[in-house]
Nanobody
């Protein structure tokens, strides 16, 4: 059973940076795409970024493009989300996700979810 454990959330001022990490365990991560969604209070889950198993293909939401960078270390089954120039509207719980096959921006197409890590950006 695949498990995903996020870390790195916290409180930061607008304009600052944070790096989230997600360590995967419990399965074979060959051909597994990984990514991040987020959910702000009172809103649905929103796609943030995703990366394929090789690291060659990445997707980003328009709202984070140019500010966030997703990367992964295949050897340790870990995906990272470097978040720069953070804005108050980035405040949300960030979830790590994983699925086999092609990348997707649709939450229900991801079988594996972490428990989430809170990111709060103060103005």
């Amino acid at each position: 059973q695949v498990q995903l454990i996020e870390s790195g959330g916290g409180l930061v001022q607008a304009g600052g940076s944070l790096r989230l990490s997600c360590a995967g365990s419990g399965g074979d991560f060959w051909n597994v795409g990984m990514g991040w969604f987020r959910q702000a209070p009172g809103k649905g889950r929103e796609f943030v970024a995703a990366i394929d198993w090789s690291g060659d293909t990445t997707y980003y939401a328009d709202s984070v493009k140019g500010r966030f960078i997703i990367s992964r270390d295949y050897d340790v089954n870990t995906v990272y989300l470097q978040m720069n120039v953070l804005k108050p509207e980035d405040t949300a719980v960030y979830y790590c996700v994983a699925r086999r096959g092609v990348l997707s921006m649709i939450p229900k197409e991801y079988m594996y979810w972490g428990q989430g890590t809170q990111v709060t950006v103060s103005s």
